[in-house]
């Protein structure tokens, strides 16, 4: 087992000095972390300080699919999730993260993954923002079931931001089913009922739009 930070992972790529796209960067970062060769290039200096590294990790360098590995890619999210701000129009590390575990284990893993990660951290706010974050960026069946229960439970939460973010998510994905969905909604802040209302009436006209093609 070879223990790594992901923020080394993070700044050695930077180091390179590699302009890449975002694919490019998923690869790139796919391949560092399971590139022994990387790894015996890293100076012992380096190494000290990745061991002392509170958010360190374990990356398994046998079999990406057993229990351990599977905890090691979830534990490793939150971490990120932990040290990202999540900003309108960025795009955070832990989004990046969540691309890499489709790309490594494929779409139904990375999915249990998040959606356990939620159930888990359900009463931190800034966990769910990010999940959030991440599940509105990508295409509504892309993300069927997991990201729709995700949104619904979201717009539950305690929290106001969460219930707003919630909305964001119905209102990227722009699919006709969360008119239903947002219609049943009630909001004591008058602002995000205001939203709500917002949005539906943009869902509806991007269905008349359509029906009208």
Same mark, same amino acid.
């Given at each position: 087992?070879?223990?790594?930070?992901?923020?080394?992972?993070? #700044?050695?790529?930077?180091?390179?000095?590699?302009?890449?796209? +975002?694919?490019?960067?998923?690869? +790139? +970062?796919? #391949?560092?972390?399971?590139?022994?060769?990387?790894?015996?290039?890293?100076?012992?200096?380096?190494?000290?300080?990745?061991?002392?590294?509170? @958010?360190?990790?374990?990356? %398994?360098?046998?079999?990406?699919?057993?229990?351990?590995?599977?905890?090691?890619?979830?534990?490793? +999210?939150?971490?990120?999730? @932990?040290?990202?701000?999540?900003?309108?129009?960025?795009? %955070?590390?832990?989004?990046?993260?969540?691309?890499?575990?489709?790309?490594?284990?494929?779409? #139904?893993?990375?999915?249990?993954?998040?959606?356990?990660?939620?159930?888990?951290?359900?009463?931190?706010?800034?966990?769910?923002?990010?999940?959030?974050?991440?599940?509105?960026?990508?295409?509504?069946?892309?993300?069927?079931?997991?990201?729709?229960?995700?949104?619904?439970?979201?717009?539950?939460?305690?929290?106001?931001?969460?219930?707003?973010?919630?909305?964001?998510?119905?209102?990227?994905?722009? @699919?006709?089913?969360?008119?239903?969905?947002?219609?049943?909604?009630?909001?004591?802040?008058?602002?995000?009922?205001?939203?709500?209302?917002?949005?539906?009436?943009?869902?509806?006209?991007?269905?008349?739009?359509?029906?009208?093609?």
């Amino acid at each position: 087992m070879n223990k790594i930070s992901h923020d080394f992972i993070y #700044n050695y790529i930077k180091k390179q000095e590699i302009d890449a796209t +975002l694919n490019e960067y998923i690869n +790139l +970062l796919n #391949n560092f972390i399971f590139s022994k060769t990387n790894y015996e290039n890293i100076t012992k200096s380096e190494e000290a300080t990745i061991f002392e590294n509170r @958010n360190s990790y374990i990356i %398994p360098d046998k079999e990406i699919y057993d229990e351990k590995a599977l905890n090691n890619y979830k534990q490793l +999210l939150i971490n990120i999730m @932990n040290n990202d701000i999540f900003e309108a129009g960025e795009i %955070p590390e832990s989004e990046i993260y969540f691309s890499t575990l489709i790309n490594i284990l494929g779409r #139904n893993e990375a999915l249990e993954i998040l959606m356990s990660v939620y159930l888990d951290n359900f009463r931190n706010s800034h966990i769910i923002l990010g999940i959030l974050h991440i599940i509105s960026h990508f295409k509504y069946e892309y993300m069927y079931p997991q990201g729709q229960i995700i949104a619904l439970g979201s717009l539950q939460h305690h929290n106001i931001s969460v219930k707003e973010f919630a909305i964001k998510a119905f209102e990227n994905w722009g @699919n006709k089913e969360a008119i239903n969905i947002l219609r049943g909604l009630s909001c004591d802040a008058k602002w995000l009922q205001e939203y709500v209302d917002e949005v539906i009436v943009e869902l509806e006209k991007e269905v008349d739009d359509v029906l009208s093609c």
